[in-house]
């Protein structure tokens, strides 16, 4: 079948960056920065309302190049974009109590587009975001104000301490893609799906480039490069009865020097097809509660789920809608309790730029506080002992981030490279010998071993507990996960693994995990209806 290709270019900077002078765009951003920050500390101000006292400019440029590929030939949509974008964060009030850490929704968010990246267009654009912020910040801090005084509350600690600022900015360069490449590679990718077994497959390859230039009001200045590629595999099928089937896999790299060769990548796409194609024709499998062996991304997956997200966010939102902040990560309240086994030390090192010849999204020197981050040591031998904080903690570690498309004008607390660290492990042999081990001491005749879940299905191989023998099964899900599954790994595999994990609403940041044994987990049968099959099988698509 010919293929079918869809162009789509919405540019609004004509240079990309391979082509853009960065240091003289780096001068103009800056510049431009400044000036403008120094007018509106100076003369910003509603009357009878108090100045802002601390804001940030963030401007980012980015290049973002995308395909997405569908069976193969069947159609290829590629878009190339480019824009120009500013943010800002302001804080009114006083560093005893300002606008920060309260939540209303009143005005939009202050981040935008501007045009150009000319001196004119870069102080308009400040300018008006700035404005936006003021207003809101204003809003904020009255209705924080009042809050406090109706429900008499008194804070602890300051909203914003003292702390020494730092300043990175090193000149960066971007080198040129092929998108031609890159194109085909998506397309190939796809095709391997393209069998009777599977009704959708769907490779998307994006790659974007984005410098950040950052500026505060104490003079702290940055520049760092939050580029990042990303493939993104999605598949869908029906078994036999009509049970339906949607999985996904996902890979990020922090550039293309680290993008595995074309032969790899479409071994990888073809081994996620091969295993759709067995689990249609796989067993369904039944409740379960027992030790389970959770792998790499599966592995990944549950620290990203249960460890990052509540290590993040350790200062509550006060809210004038409800008494409980549900964002609030969980250990905010668990300091020297234990959260996971005895032999477990957790790091987080936002300093750490690569590991084992991977690249970490999480690298950063200086936080959206204008402080440099520090080296946490999060869990040691299994307890809590010290957690991601901000300016707005009391005192700072310089863990104070906040993504580029985040509404809020204050940063939260939020974590940059976690190490997961077993003082004693397994090898990959050995950790499967450990679950039957597991399994036969519990009476049981099978057990699992996970290697991927998505929502709302998990690749689960049942292991026979005497012969090791797998069996690839479908129709299962894992209920809600907590924290307390921490505490039920009994092993850790010698396999660690990156996974970087980049999202707009949300700074980047990497999981370096192994794979670990759980004592008990529970796995459910899906309660997702089968559907019915169709009468005619997928016609031929050449």
Not at 163 to 178: C, G, R, V
Not at 181 to 206: D, P
Not at 366 to 377: H, R, S
Request: with cysteine; proline share 5%.
């Amino acid at each position: 079948m010919k293929k079918i290709l869809i162009l789509i270019i919405a540019l609004f900077f004509i240079v990309p960056l391979n082509g853009l002078d960065l240091k003289s765009a780096q001068e103009t951003v800056f510049k431009a920065m400044r000036d403008e920050m120094a007018r509106t500390m100076k003369s910003l101000q509603t009357k009878g309302m108090p100045q802002p006292y601390f804001a940030t400019y963030k401007v980012k440029i980015q290049e973002l190049f995308s395909v997405n590929a569908f069976m193969g030939e069947e159609l290829v949509d590629v878009s190339s974009q480019g824009d120009i974008g500013v943010s800002v964060m302001m804080r009114v009030g006083d560093e005893k109590t300002d606008s920060s850490f309260f939540e209303n929704t009143v005005l939009t968010t202050a981040g935008g587009q501007l045009p150009s990246l000319s001196y004119g267009s870069l102080r308009r654009a400040l300018w008006l975001k700035s404005d936006q912020a003021y207003k809101k910040a204003l809003d904020q801090y009255a209705k924080k104000l009042a809050y406090l005084k109706k429900k008499d509350l008194k804070q602890e600690n300051p909203d914003f301490s003292k702390a020494e600022i730092s300043s990175d900015k090193p000149l960066l360069d971007f080198k040129p893609f092929d998108k031609d490449y890159l194109v085909s590679l998506a397309e190939e990718m796809s095709a391997q799906g393209n069998v009777k077994e599977i009704k959708r497959f769907y490779t998307r390859i994006r790659i974007w480039q984005e410098p950040t230039f950052y500026l505060s009001s104490e003079g702290s200045e940055y520049i760092k490069d939050d580029s990042g590629i990303n493939i993104y595999l999605s598949a869908q099928a029906d078994t036999p009865e009509g049970f339906p089937l949607i999985l996904s896999k996902s890979m990020t790299f922090k550039d293309l020097s680290e993008l595995p060769s074309k032969e790899n990548l479409i071994k990888i796409a073809k081994d996620f097809s091969l295993e759709i194609q067995n689990a249609v024709n796989s067993p369904k499998g039944g409740a379960y509660i027992g030790p389970v062996l959770l792998e790499e991304e599966a592995a990944a997956a549950l620290f990203n789920k249960v460890f990052a997200k509540n290590a993040q966010k350790t200062k509550k939102v006060l809210s004038l809608n409800r008494d409980i902040d549900y964002n609030m990560g969980d250990f905010a309240q668990k300091k020297g309790l234990r959260i996971m086994p005895s032999n477990f030390h957790v790091i987080d090192d936002p300093q750490a730029k690569s590991f084992n010849g991977r690249k970490l999204a999480g690298a950063y020197k200086v936080d959206d506080e204008g402080v440099a981050p520090k080296k946490l040591q999060i869990v040691k031998n299994g307890k809590l002992t010290e957690l991601p904080a901000t300016r707005s903690s009391g005192e700072t570690n310089g863990h104070a981030r906040l993504g580029f498309n985040d509404e809020k004008l204050f940063a939260q607390a939020s974590v940059g490279n976690l190490f997961f660290l077993a003082q004693k492990t397994y090898s990959k042999k050995e950790l499967k010998e450990e679950l039957m081990k597991s399994c036969r001491k519990e009476n049981l005749d099978y057990c699992y071993i996970i290697r991927r879940f998505d929502t709302p299905n998990i690749i689960a191989y049942k292991v026979n507990a005497k012969t090791g023998e797998e069996t690839l099964t479908h129709g299962l899900e894992m209920p809600s996960l907590s924290t307390r599954t921490l505490r039920d790994i009994i092993a850790a595999g010698d396999d660690l693994n990156v996974f970087n994990f980049i999202s707009t609403l949300e700074p980047p940041y990497s999981i370096i995990s192994p794979s670990v044994l759980l004592s008990e987990m529970e796995l459910k049968e899906s309660q997702t209806e089968n559907k019915k099959p169709p009468k005619l099988e997928k016609p031929p698509m050449d």
